[in-house]
């Protein structure tokens, strides 16, 4: 783990003395006044700050409080932010082994170039009979020239243009929901249709790669700011990047977490782990419910493209139902999937020798028809779960899973127990999005390690009889590292470590294959596999920036950073912000939660854009 940076970073869950009486108001209106001109004495002395997008134009963590003082003093002589107000009455947050905080709400305005609004939270402690921050979050929410980015009114209904879509549970999602921005200034009205047979417009202020839940949400976000674009799509219809996935594919988070931009998209009618048709029906809804589909180009394929510096635009080259076509674009957001393009494909010597089945999880339907067979999966994550899973009711005359690393196993209800805290029908979804996206890294691992271990350690004989059959467990419970660094390789169980523990899913860990024989596998050891059936669940390349090299070339991708992994600050390196070296290109993927709140950051950039006052970037760190 040399590259986890997450651990080494000087963060820690607070345990302070709370008063026993404790008056909230007051802890307010000491706030409310501080918040005009924050400096060091306001800070514990290992404090964080965390800002997204509104003081720093990008996604930045800053440690300590003279570090913090520094930098808020510079950027607030840049953006100039005021009319400071507390937000509702504060409250405590107390967990277990004493951690304990006060949470305080605030918003405010920037007067800057862009003038925005923005919120956030402080998180406090008492300290030496005085309240001072432990963390610090600020947030853009909103460009003053601009439309709500949070909002998008529902088209009419069918023949019925009095009525209009519902937005789902608990109504509207949007924070200050106030306009309509279908078409404003006519830019949302390309002459099209959904197949883009017709498609006149040959500019777009945008064009997105990829529309499954992050290509959408770039689109609704996009939309509502009255930007034009066109999202390319290679599959022939929406949803098709779930529908396409093998059968039993579900979400392994739960439906409040699922939702797309503006609404809640799945009421509590939906079972909690939704599966790949009820998200890709529900995307076909969804834009038709807010006019995204005329900005849809389906069995589209960008084949190529090329950045002029001169004028600083894109010319991308298109394969549109077997016609090729080039249209110009003054940025790109590629949302075309950072972990499911390029498979990992391990290889073993004399595979012509193997005379049965062997295919990648990417090409994986369905067990059925091989009742009988002898099956083997390479791999312990979600996917090599679902696939064991599918053979043992398939009726497969044995299944095995082989295991390369140790693997986390989380039990769904202890996630849920976490999760459905935040995410429930009723906390408004942008609500949770900003207590759960804006809090730093670091924090965010502490706090989960805290809560999951907790959980395990009431039921040690569930992992103690996954590690007797051969499971390698990592006992750590750090997801943070496999969702940040490792872009996956956990298990949320939903059902098939029992399985596994009582034996109808056999373990190989202890020695990995080798080599192919006509039926089955060799490993190092010199143990053997019977198998007629081989499926790699070994996960995909997880790196967008190698899309953009095969898409652009090699000076376009020497410029931009990779898509996923942490940089120094624990910040994701090049996701969701401006690339330091290139003005005009955005990664957008992650998970769905991800993909819905991070949406609206890239659009309200590139609308800034547009608009002639880019957000301001701060790259620099104060020297103390």
């Not at 607070?14 to 001109?37: K, N, Y």
């Not at 770039?218 to 290679?234: D, F, K, P, Q, T």
């Not at 080259?317 to 393009?341: E, H, W």
């Not at 995909?540 to 190698?546: A, D, E, I, S």
């Amino acid at each position: 783990m040399a590259d986890y940076i997450l651990p080494q970073l000087p963060v820690s869950l607070p345990t302070p003395l709370i008063p026993e009486t404790l008056d909230l108001e007051a802890v307010a209106d000491h706030f409310s006044g501080i918040l005009r001109s924050l400096a060091q004495e306001h800070f514990v002395p290992e404090s964080v700050w965390r800002d997204l997008f509104s003081l720093t134009g990008t996604t930045r963590t800053f440690y300590g409080a003279r570090t913090i003082a520094l930098a808020w003093k510079r950027q607030g002589l840049i953006h100039k932010p005021s009319s400071f107000a507390i937000v509702g009455t504060p409250h405590l947050l107390q967990f277990r082994d004493k951690v304990a905080w006060v949470e305080v709400a605030f918003t405010y305005e920037t007067t800057g170039v862009p003038a925005t609004t923005g919120s956030g939270f402080l998180s406090v402690v008492p300290e030496n009979g005085t309240w001072k921050i432990w963390m610090l979050r600020t947030i853009l929410e909103q460009l003053k020239e601009a439309p709500n980015v949070d909002f998008l009114e529902p088209l009419p209904l069918p023949n019925e243009s009095s009525e209009r879509y519902t937005n789902g549970t608990n109504g509207t999602n949007g924070t200050n929901g106030a306009h309509s921005t279908n078409g404003i200034n006519g830019t949302n009205n390309l002459n099209g249709t959904s197949n883009g047979i017709h498609f006149e417009s040959k500019h777009f202020d945008c064009v997105i790669v990829g529309c499954g839940q992050a290509g959408l949400a770039m689109g609704g976000r996009l939309e509502a700011l009255g930007v034009s674009y066109v999202i390319v799509e290679s599959h022939p219809e929406v949803g098709d990047s779930w529908k396409s996935r093998y059968d039993s594919t579900k979400l392994h988070t739960t439906r409040d977490f699922a939702h797309l931009p503006f609404e809640r998209t799945f009421p509590p009618t939906y079972p909690e782990f939704l599966t790949k048709d009820h998200l890709a029906d529900a995307y076909k809804v969804w834009v038709k419910k807010y006019g995204i589909e005329h900005n849809i180009w389906l069995s589209t394929t960008l084949q190529n493209g090329s950045w002029d510096e001169l004028d600083q635009s894109w010319t991308l080259n298109l394969l549109k139902q077997d016609k090729s076509i080039s249209v110009t674009c003054s940025y790109i957001v590629l949302a075309c999937g950072g972990g499911s393009q390029v498979p990992v494909f391990p290889t073993y010597g004399n595979p012509e020798a193997f005379k049965g089945i062997v295919m990648h999880s990417g090409d994986y339907k369905r067990a059925a028809g091989w009742a009988g067979k002898h099956g083997v999966v390479i791999g312990s994550a979600n996917t090599a779960h679902d696939v064991c899973d599918d053979m043992v009711r398939e009726g497969l005359a044995s299944v095995t899973m082989v295991q390369r690393s140790v693997t986390n196993v989380v039990p769904a209800e202890h996630y849920c127990a976490v999760v459905s805290k935040q995410y429930n029908a009723n906390i408004p979804t942008e609500v949770s999005d900003r207590v759960n996206f804006s809090s730093p890294a670091a924090f965010g691992r502490l706090m989960s390690r805290m809560n999951l271990c907790a959980a395990a350690a009431k039921e040690p004989e569930r992992f103690d009889a996954l590690e007797r059959v051969g499971f390698k467990l990592d006992r750590q419970s750090d997801m943070f590292y496999n969702l940040f660094v490792r872009f996956g390789g956990h298990y949320m169980d939903v059902g098939t470590s029992a399985k596994i523990s009582k034996g109808l899913i056999k373990m190989k860990s202890d020695s990995l294959p080798v080599r192919y024989v006509e039926d089955g596998l060799i490993c190092e050891n010199g143990d053997f596999l019977k198998t007629d059936v081989i499926v790699f669940a070994t996960g995909f390349v997880g790196n967008m920036k190698l899309i953009a090299a095969e898409l652009f070339g090699a000076e376009v991708a020497g410029r931009i950073d990779d898509f996923w992994g942490l940089d120094e600050e624990g910040e994701l390196k090049g996701a969701f912000k401006e690339q330091a070296n290139h003005p005009a290109i955005w990664f957008h993927g992650g998970a769905i939660g991800q993909a819905r709140f991070l949406s609206r950051f890239i659009a309200l950039q590139i609308k800034a854009k547009l608009l002639g006052t880019p957000l301001q970037i701060y790259r620099e760190t104060p020297k103390i």
